[in-house]
């Protein structure tokens, strides 16, 4: 069964905003690497957007390289692949317990999302625990919370997995460049 790709008529986040400058205003086929990965077979699609915590994730569970293939093979020529990558590589001798709080909404609608990341011995991976706390009657209530494993990625290492998967004109755009808190990997499917 192949997943209905997202037709974006107007950017809706950071990822997305940076493919439309790129590819220029208009309605654009989207889809999620993790959809890519889990069951792709449709029509190729214009961009391929993966979160923030997506290739650190997959780079732990050996699946980096095979997902940045289906991801090119998902797109058009021309198409592009963007992600949100944490750059940790320098945190690992730190090796800190959590970034800053995430606050989203206003008033009753408000939540807070917390990571906690607990280091290998080595500073080359992390376990991550993601709690999302909402307003309750009086009182904040943890709504869900999620763990996973992660491996530090390189710039260097990024941009290497990139272009072994086939990808070109691989760029990096920094927080600044991009309006993500996170630098965002940008790849074109070539022609």
């Given at each position: ?164 998967a086939g990808f070109g004109a691989v760029q990096r755009l920094s927080p600044a460049e991009c309006g993500h808190p996170l630098p965002v990997w940008v ?5």
């Amino acid at each position: 069964m192949t997943a209905a790709p997202d037709v974006v008529p107007l950017p809706e986040d950071p990822l997305t905003e940076v493919a439309t400058a790129v590819l220029g205003s208009g309605r654009h086929v989207v889809l999620d690497l993790l959809d890519v990965v889990s069951h792709h077979g449709g029509p190729l699609v214009d961009v391929v957007r993966a979160g923030d915590d997506l290739l650190p994730r997959l780079a732990h569970e050996e699946a980096l390289d095979q997902a940045l293939r289906l991801a090119r093979q998902a797109l058009r020529p021309g198409g592009l692949f963007v992600a949100a990558v944490p750059e940790l590589d320098k945190l690992g001798r730190l090796r800190p317990t959590a970034p800053p709080p995430k606050v989203s909404g206003r008033g009753p609608n408000r939540q807070v999302t917390v990571q906690l990341w607990d280091w290998a011995a080595d500073g080359e991976s992390y376990a991550l625990e993601v709690v999302r706390l909402v307003r309750g009657e009086g009182t904040w209530e943890v709504a869900n919370t999620v763990s996973t494993r992660h491996r530090v990625l390189s710039p260097e290492q990024v941009s290497a997995s990139l272009t072994e998967a086939g990808f070109g004109a691989v760029q990096r755009l920094s927080p600044a460049e991009c309006g993500h808190p996170l630098p965002v990997w940008v790849a074109v499917a070539p022609a």
